[in-house]
């Protein structure tokens, strides 16, 4: 460690607080709430220099409760579900019970804004402290142990200063790194819009379940094993592409018995019926697979249509405004296999078809690689701000 510099554990230069949820049966605790009530859901919403909350409490509510009011400066950080999260409030609030509350005794010895900075690096350490059952859990006692190196007060805020500084570029520069990969996937949408939108002669409009033989598992929930033939859940249904993970098996014994409904083929079509709806992919594999619920599969008439034309058909915005506005339902938005059924698309000759799917598949592969380079850019980014944590304390920034 750096000449001069002290390293303490966490409890011995701060108090630190466990948040709690009020009873919500009880309406007179939240109805009416003056006293800022902090969830993750602040710093989704504002970043991490929280200045109000989503959620208040009432003054009974928090009388009946086991929290405490921290004071503006604390630090804010999740040892639980959100694991390494962390915030500074700008006013005074409580917590729920996945946050706890560090607040410093003496800023002459510690600044706050230093301490805000220590503890973006916390999130591995949390995780390996953690005492992992169903979910990861940090208790007090351990945060309490954490070792933290303090400098001097004047080289505690040369460091922040410098760190404000650096990452103010960094978050600049990701900002328009972010705005970038944005444009590449809105380029691709607007080129395939255009295409649906423009038919010509010849075109004929067909209901899906004239063109199409439906493959539905809805309603229906397979035994998982740790390995075996592969489940496609609507997890791995992305808008576009199939995702890989998460991985999961069905007992290859048990592959016949379930697939009663219809084997899916390559270049079918996989569509999520709800959370989310309207997702598509081409399935772009042999292998053999098996579905779960929530996904129809629509397997083309071949000799009328390919299923590489189908899946970019219906990512095109004409129909997926079409799908979306037969959805039901009030919390999650699905849409009832009768109403799909009756959804049209354009159709135009297999030759078109194929020309179209050789232009997509082009722009497609570009938008790829623009986003590729971008991520490149992203991870650099944020491998810098590591380093540059790394060495500020390590006493080398």
């Not at 701060?14 to 902090?38: A, H, M, Q």
């Not at 916390?122 to 142990?145: C, H, Q, W, Y």
């Not at 697939?259 to 569509?271: A, E, Y």
Request: net charge neutral.
């Amino acid at each position: 460690m750096k000449q001069g510099w002290e390293l303490k554990q966490l409890g011995d230069v701060c108090k630190v607080f466990n948040g709690s949820t009020p009873l919500r049966r009880k309406k007179e605790y939240w109805e009416d709430g003056e006293i800022n009530w902090f969830t993750v859901d602040d710093i989704r919403e504002q970043g991490r220099k929280i200045s109000f909350t989503k959620q208040r409490i009432s003054k009974l509510g928090f009388e009946n409760s086991s929290l405490k009011i921290l004071p503006p400066k604390s630090i804010l950080l999740c040892c639980t579900a959100s694991v390494g999260e962390y915030a500074m409030n700008e006013v005074e609030l409580t917590t729920n019970q996945q946050f706890n509350g560090i607040v410093i005794n003496d800023k002459d010895f510690l600044i706050p804004e230093f301490l805000f900075h220590f503890s973006s690096t916390l999130k591995n350490l949390l995780l390996e402290i953690s005492g992992k059952t169903t979910i990861d859990f940090v208790s007090m006692t351990k945060v309490r142990a954490i070792p933290i190196p303090i400098p001097p007060l004047d080289e505690q805020k040369r460091i922040v200063a410098k760190l404000d500084d650096c990452f103010a570029a960094i978050d600049k520069a990701r900002a328009n790194v972010e705005k970038n990969l944005q444009n590449a996937k809105e380029l691709f949408q607007s080129q395939l819009n255009q295409i649906f939108s423009q038919k010509g002669d010849g075109w004929e409009e067909k209901k899906l379940i004239d063109v199409n033989k439906f493959i539905d598992y809805r309603g229906r929930t397979p035994e998982k094993v740790s390995k075996g033939i592969r489940l496609i859940t609507a997890k791995n249904v992305k808008m576009g592409y199939l995702k890989r993970e998460p991985e999961e098996f069905i007992n290859p014994d048990d592959y016949e018995s379930w697939m009663t409904r219809g084997i899916p083929r390559k270049n079918d079509v996989l569509f999520t019926t709800e959370a989310p709806l309207a997702n598509v992919a081409l399935l772009d594999t042999d292998e053999k697979i098996a579905l779960a619920q929530r996904i129809i599969t629509f397997s083309p008439v071949r000799e009328t249509l390919t299923g590489e034309y189908l899946h970019y058909c219906l990512q095109s915005k004409e129909s997926q405004e079409k799908i979306l506005a037969q959805a039901t339902g009030a919390t999650v938005s699905g849409i009832k296999s009768k109403l799909l059924k009756e959804i049209t698309i354009y159709i135009p000759s297999l030759d078109i078809q194929e020309n179209i799917k050789e232009k997509l598949d082009v722009l497609k592969s570009q938008t790829q690689t623009l986003e590729s380079n971008y991520q490149q850019e992203l991870d650099a980014l944020d491998e810098l701000k590591k380093s540059i944590l790394q060495k500020a304390f390590n006493g080398e920034l």
